[in-house]
């Protein structure tokens, strides 16, 4: 991010700065965009140009694959810019010190810096762009010089999780970190552990699931197209601005999550277009106090709940559009914001159908109609008295047949009665029984 803008900088500066109708003496020289090998610089040009007098020097979209410092002599040069060439390698070996603060390398076929291109002759370096490069590696000894850098660039090189953890703990004056599109699944703690001065940091279009511990003075965080989730435990009192733009995941928020990011300016969620629900609970004190904008443009949302209104009533600048919203009596709220702005006018409906496509603002409140929970809530109704019925029922039958089975009595043909009493299902247990109830009946018969 802000790596890149200083580079630009850098560069039109150089351009604006350089004299290039003939090549005379100056203090920027720009040869960008020549067609140039590595041979025509250091053998024909350097002899038309002084080049111990050049403080800036574009050597950018040429054929250069490889840079030494060896073959030119470079002592004011305090800006270099060698992006968009063929490099795979660069050195800086044959002065004791460089006064080089800018160095933007990016764009090129880097796959590896070796410890005799950052080495101690550089210390002054305060600009790194390595961005766009084949750089699947940093180790602790690739920017262990580099103690006076304040803006690096590792954006869109597949490092994976190729950072070693001390590879960033010399780096103590670093300001600006860019690690945007490195395809890394995560990020340690350690990796930001004596970054202390860290005040913008880009970790965006990675693979991440969880946020890492970010050190507290970071004033500006991109987790954009992230994997992220949940920002609960987030402490960043120092942060205004974060940017959430198009996370796949993000399909929920409650701004309560946000409670210590009191500083914060700027929330951006451009383009989450699985964000349906934007939420804020009730609670003590003002909810990010300090708020100028907030963007929910391109997202998934359908509704604004009335909990948001103090919220978006004192915010200066709220972006809304292109939101797939259901314009019914739970947004009639926003006509209703004294505001110098008028929200409804951003917000076009999608639902229902027959206000499709229409701008909230042109809407009588007699159509902003809710459907009634009746279609829903009494099937619900029914089934659970149904279900309840069933159950009666059944605990009825359970208890009949509850009864003991010994208590049943058959009556035969002359009215005579037989009972069982305790009958096991036992074929010799049968037999016994039958054969005693036999010889009552006998004794009874002879009696008579």
């Known amino acids: 991010m802000w790596l890149g803008l200083l580079a630009c900088l850098f560069t039109v500066v150089s351009f604006i700065t350089a004299k290039t109708v003939g090549f005379v003496s100056c203090s920027a020289v720009d040869l960008s965009f020549r067609g140039l090998k590595k041979e025509d610089f250091f053998i024909k040009i350097q002899q038309q140009i002084t080049l111990t007098e050049i403080t800036d020097l574009n050597l950018s979209g040429n054929q250069f694959d490889s840079f030494l410092d060896c073959s030119t002599n470079l002592e004011m ?9 063929h490099l795979q390698r660069f050195f800086f070996l044959c002065k004791d010190e460089y006064n080089l603060q800018m160095l933007n390398v990016s764009h090129n076929m880097l796959e590896y810096i070796d410890d005799n291109s950052l ?49 960033f703990w010399n780096l103590k004056a670093l300001k600006h970190l860019d690690m945007r599109n490195i395809s890394a699944p995560f990020f340690s703690g350690d990796f930001f552990k004596t970054l202390t001065n860290l005040s913008n940091l880009d970790i965006s279009w990675n693979p991440i699931s969880t946020i890492p511990l970010l050190p507290v003075k970071l004033q500006q965080l991109d987790l954009s ?6 920002l609960e ?22 701004l309560n999550d946000l409670e210590n990011l009191t500083s914060l300016e700027s929330l951006s969620m451009v383009g989450c277009r699985r964000l349906i629900q934007l939420r804020l609970w ?40 292109n939101n797939p919203w259901k314009c019914d009596c739970k947004m009639e ?6 505001s110098t702005r008028n929200l409804s006018r951003d917000i076009r409906c999608h639902t229902p159908d027959r206000l499709y496509n229409k701008l909230l603002a042109e809407i009588p409140s007699y159509e902003l109609q809710c459907e009634h929970d009746t279609p829903i809530f009494y099937p619900i109704l029914w089934t659970s008295v149904s279900i309840l019925i069933v159950a ?24 005579d009665t037989v009972t069982y009493t305790s009958v096991v299902e036992s074929n010799n247990d049968l037999v016994r029984i039958l054969a005693v109830t036999e010889s009552q009946d006998h004794k009874e018969a002879d009696h008579e």
């Open 225 to 230: 197209g992230t994997q992220v989730i949940s």
């Open 333 to 338: 709220w926003i006509d209703m914001l004294n």
């Open 119 to 167: 080495n101690d002759r550089v210390t002054k370096l305060k600009i790194l762009d390595l961005s766009y490069n084949r750089l699947t590696i940093v180790n602790e000894t690739m920017l262990e010089h580099l103690t006076m850098l304040e803006c690096l660039s590792l954006s869109h090189n597949p490092i994976g999780d190729g950072i070693h953890n001390g590879a």
């Open 77 to 85: 040069l305090r800006t270099l810019d060698l992006s968009q060439n």
């Open 233 to 254: 435990n987030l402490y960043l009192p120092q942060l205004q601005e974060l940017k959430m733009e198009h996370m796949p995941n993000l399909t929920s928020l409650a």
């Open 392 to 415: 009666l029922i059944l605990a009825a039958v359970f208890m009949l047949l509850r009864r003991p089975m010994g208590q049943w009595s058959f009556r035969g043909r002359d009215r």
């Open 282 to 321: 009730p609670q003590n004190g003002v909810m990010l106090p300090r708020l100028q904008r907030l963007s929910i443009k391109e997202s998934g949302l359908t509704t604004l709940g009335v909990e948001l209104s103090a919220l978006i009533q004192r915010v200066p600048v709220v972006e809304v559009v």
